[in-house]
């Protein structure tokens, strides 16, 4: 089981629609996978129609009062599994800081999970803050997928991620958690702006940069208020097969390497 938390303390990058269809895609794919909504606002929850089940949310299980597996719940979508988050959270932030061991309540929370290997990924739907839950997050995650606008100030905000990431791994809460993958979203082909960006971040970051590109759509921006992923809304638009495609990558990514590869190199 690996767990992937895709950060960016900037909002409005596209992160929580990657996070659900990313997982959707995944799921799609056959692996079997649990999105952790860490965000207050609950955005990832609402986005796959299940904003009706208030209280089941990681509040709980952080402060150590109930295990994680109670609070997970299937979807609709056959292999793709949930834990929402409603308002309520905010609060478990407040009470986390109070602990000893507060940037690390959530990977102890999930040791359990990694220990059965229940799922093959788990994605942590991060808020766009650099609070306690984004920290536990990327205390947590064995990597991160940071998802960039493509728009003048990506690679300030990429910078920052980069810090933060820094700054975890110094602390010794998580010494070899790193940036796995940056994706560029809401990619416009009709200016010459976003090329611009996509090429800058390459040039600074490499193959850390996914090939894939998920494009500005309209049909991406509707999907959520119907509580429904691009996989479902919009099956054949770009979205969608911007997603699948992303989700193919992400599993290329994830493979082992050879040993007779890490010979050679």
Partial sequence: ???????????????????????????????????????????????????????????????????????????RLEQLFLIPADLDLAGAEVEIARMPDHLLRLAQTLQPLRADSAFDFVLLDCPPSLGILMSNALAAADEILTPIQCEYFALEGLVKIVRVVEQVRDSGANPNVQIGGILMTMFDSRTNLSSQVVAEVRQHFGDKVYTTVIPRTVRLSEAPSFGKTILEYDKSGAGARAYRALAEEFIRRQAPVPASAESIS
Avoid: C
């Fill in 1 to 75: 089981m690996k767990i992937i938390a895709i950060a960016n303390q900037k909002g409005g990058v596209g992160k929580t629609t990657t996070a659900v269809n990313l997982g959707a895609a995944l799921a799609e794919k056959e692996q079997r996978i649990l999105l952790i909504d860490l965000d207050p606002q609950a955005n990832a929850t609402s986005s796959l129609g299940m904003q009706e089940f208030e209280g089941e949310t990681l509040y709980e299980p952080l402060l150590g009062q109930t295990a994680m597996a109670a609070k997970i719940l299937p979807t």
